[in-house]
């Protein structure tokens, strides 16, 4: 079985930065891909920011030279500056993983609130 935990959630002013984590467990062997998305109630999930395992990362436009995803381990990170009202959402990760025993498996985190506001 394989957990993911997101942290770093909260509220921020407008402008501001936060920096979320998001740390991967269990019997991994490795992470192909952890992808950060973001979702409004009512709206669809976004994707937000992708690392893979080469290290490469995508952005989504909207947050493009504002955030940075880096990874450091099983653990991935958010960075967010310059934050909008518009960013104001419930932020999840998502591992694509291969576990012990060779599958291939995508496991979510429980998401962590962000809430930008003055």
């Known amino acids: 079985q394989v957990q993911l935990v997101e942290s770093g959630g909260g509220?921020?002013?407008?402008?501001?930065?936060?920096?979320?984590?998001?740390?991967?467990?269990?019997?991994?062997?490795?992470?192909?891909?952890?992808?950060?998305?973001r979702q409004e109630p009512g709206?669809?999930?976004?994707?937000?920011?992708?690392?893979?395992?080469?290290?490469?990362?995508?952005?989504?436009?909207?947050?493009?030279d504002r955030f940075a995803i880096s990874r450091e381990g099983k653990t991935v990170c958010l960075q967010m500056n310059s934050l909008k009202p518009e960013a104001t959402a419930n932020y999840s990760c998502v591992a694509d993983v291969v576990e012990v025993g060779r599958r291939r498996s995508a496991y979510w985190g429980q998401g962590t609130q962000v809430t930008i506001s003055s």
């Open 43 to 64: 709206s669809d999930r976004q994707l937000v920011a992708t690392i893979s395992d080469d290290g490469s990362t995508k952005y989504a436009d909207s947050v493009k």
């Open 11 to 37: 509220s921020v002013q407008p402008g501001g930065s936060r920096r979320l984590s998001c740390a991967a467990s269990g019997r991994i062997l490795m992470i192909n891909s952890i992808t950060w998305y």
